[in-house]
């Protein structure tokens, strides 16, 4: 009974939309991806472009359903 409720929970709680991250100096675009991953606890995680490591910029991070639309940017 219990993996059920939790199992609904997930669900309701599900993610889907874009995110502009500011990723800072030292981290790839790849780095910022696998931490959301963690932090979210979300396999569908995607970026919208790449940003060197050694530069800070604003980064669109797609989740979920979202991760669609990058796809054909």
Do not use: C, W, Y
Not at 11 to 26: F, T, V
Request: proline share 3%; no cysteine; net charge positive.
């Amino acid at each position: 009974m219990t993996r059920v409720v939790t199992h609904e929970i997930e669900r309701a709680i599900q993610i889907d939309g874009i995110i502009n991250l500011k990723k800072e100096a030292g981290m790839t675009s790849q780095d910022v991806v696998f931490k959301l991953r963690k932090i979210l606890g979300s396999k569908k995680i995607g970026h919208g472009g790449t940003l060197e490591p050694d530069v800070v910029g604003v980064l669109p991070i797609a989740v979920g359903k979202a991760t669609r639309m990058v796809e054909f940017m």
